[in-house]
C-alpha cells in the first residue's frame, strides 16, 4: 500500500515506519524539517525514493498544513496520523497542545477528503488520556474499556498542561469521530489508545536529553532520581512501542479494523518494577537505584481499575510484550544514546 505517515521523527512513528517499510508498503512521511528527513534517509539507505520520501509538514496547527503532503504519485491508499504534542512543557495549552492535537487531526482528515480520493483508511494515534476518567482516580470498581471516554471539558483543559494534554488528545479523537459521521468521506477511521508507551528509541533521532515524554521516567530511573523516594506511576498501565506500531500497521491492512477505536494496553506496571527490572537485567546501575526499601512507587493500596483489552487481541490478533522484555531493550537503547 501507499501510505502517508504523519510525524515520521515521533518515538512511536519511528517503529511505525520500520514496521511499514517491513511489510512492504511504500511510505512518505512527513516531518518538519529537512535536517529530521536526512536523519530517518541516512538510517534506512536501503530503501530507494520509491520506498521512503518525505514532505515537510511544519506546524500541524496551521489550517490546510496538510494539503501538499496528501497528494502522491502513486496515490496515497492510508494514512496513519502519529503527529501530536506529547510534552508537558508549555504556557499556551489552547497554542501549544490543544490547537495542534484538534486541527492537526481534523487539518488532515479535511486534506484527504478534499484532495486524496483514494485514501480508503486513515489511523489516528488519539491515548488512555482520551478514555481515562481522570476525576475517578484509581477507580478500583470499574473496568476499562473503548465504550469510556474522558469527560474532561474545555475549562478544564486549559488548568493545567496535563490536563490540557488530556483534553488535547480528547477532542481531537472526538473531532475525527464526529468528521467521520458528518461528512461521510471515502475512507474509513481506526484509533489507537494506547496508555503509556514504554520501549526502544530510535538511536539516529534521539538523545538522552531530548528524550519523548513516556520513557524518561526509565531514564530518571537509571540515572538516581529515584533513589531517596520513588515517584508515584500516575497511569499504571503501559505497551511496549514496537506492539502499538504493529497495531497501526495491522489497521490499515486488516478489513476488521475499519471504524473501530482500540485501547491497547499489555497490563499493568508501576516504577517500583521498573527499577527492579533495570537491576536485575543491569546490575551496572545498582548504585543509582532505590533498594527495596525505598519509599515510594508502588501500585495503590485500595487496588486499581481493571482493563478490557480483548478487542485489540481478538481483531488485531496482537500478542503483547512482557514488561521485562520492553525495559530491558528500552535501556539497551538508552545505552546507545549514552547512559
Ligand atoms: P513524540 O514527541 O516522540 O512525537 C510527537 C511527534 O509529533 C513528533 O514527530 C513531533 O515532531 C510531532 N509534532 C508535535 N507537534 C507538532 C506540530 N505542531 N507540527 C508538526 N509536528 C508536530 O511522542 P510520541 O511518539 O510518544 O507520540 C506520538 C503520538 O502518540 C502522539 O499523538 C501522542 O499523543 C500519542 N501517545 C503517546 C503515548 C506515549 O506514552 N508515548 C501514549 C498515548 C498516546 P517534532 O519532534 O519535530 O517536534
Known amino acids: 500500500m501507499r501510505v502517508l505517515l504523519t510525524g515520521g521523527s515521533g518515538f512511536i512513528a519511528a517503529h511505525v515506519l520500520d514496521i511499514l517499510l517491513d511489510h512492504g508498503h511504500s511510505v512518505v512521511t512527513t516531518v518538519r524539517s529537512q535536517q529530521k528527513a536526512k536523519a530517518i534517509a541516512d538510517a534506512h539507505t536501503s ?14 496547527a496551521q489550517e490546510n498544513a496538510f494539503d501538499e503532503a496528501v497528494k502522491s504519485d502513486p496515490p496515497f491508499e492510508a494514512v496513519i496520523h502519529t503527529a501530536s504534542p506529547f510534552h508537558f512543557n508549555v504556557t499556551d495549552v489552547q497554542k501549544q497542545l490543544l490547537d495542534p492535537a484538534i486541527i492537526g487531526t481534523t487539518g488532515i482528515l479535511k486534506s484527504v477528503k478534499k484532495s486524496a480520493p483514494s ?9 488512555f488520556a482520551s ?61 489507537m489508545c494506547p496508555p503509556l508507551v514504554l520501549g526502544p528509541i530510535v538511536h ?3 538523545s538522552l536529553d531530548g528524550l519523548n515524554t513516556s520513557n524518561q521516567r526509565i ?4 540515572q538516581g532520581k529515584a533513589k531517596d523516594e520513588i515517584p508515584e506511576t500516575g497511569t499504571f498501565i503501559w505497551v511496549d512501542v514496537r506492539d502499538l506500531a504493529l497495531c497501526h500497521v495491522l489497521s490499515i491492512e486488516k478489513e476488521e479494523a475499519a471504524n473501530k477505536r482500540f485501547f491497547i494496553t ?19 546501575y545498582k548504585d543509582q537505584l532505590p533498594t527495596e526499601k525505598t519509599p ?3 501500585y495503590p493500596k485500595d487496588g486499581v481499575y481493571k482493563i478490557d483489552n480483548s478487542r485489540v487481541k481478538d481483531v488485531l490478533g496482537i500478542k503483547f510484550r512482557s514488561f521485562e522484555e520492553s525495559i530491558k531493550d528500552t535501556v539497551k537503547s538508552l545505552q546507545a544514546v549514552g547512559a
Open 47 to 60: 530503501y530507494g525514493k520509491d520506498k521512503l520520501d518525505f514532505a515537510i509538514v511544519e506546524d500541524i
Open 119 to 127: 485514501v480508503k483508511k486513515v489511523v489516528i494515534t488519539s491515548s
Open 131 to 191: 478514555i481515562i476518567n481522570p476525576f475517578k482516580g484509581t477507580w478500583p470498581v470499574h473496568t476499562y474499556s473503548e465504550a469510556d471516554w474522558n469527560p474532561i471539558t474545555s475549562e478544564q483543559a486549559v488548568e493545567n498542561p496535563a490536563a490540557g494534554y488530556r483534553a488535547s488528545k480528547t477532542f481531537a479523537e472526538r473531532a475525527a469521530w464526529d468528521f467521520l459521521e458528518k461528512e461521510k468521506p471515502n475512507f474509513t477511521i481506526s484509533t
Open 204 to 206: 539516529y533521532l534521539n
Open 219 to 222: 531514564r530518571d530511573i537509571m
Open 266 to 284: 499489555a497490563g499493568y506496571f508501576s516504577n517500583k518494577e521498573i527499577a527492579q527490572v533495570v537491576g536485575k537485567e543491569y546490575p551496572q
Open 296 to 298: 515510594g512507587g508502588d
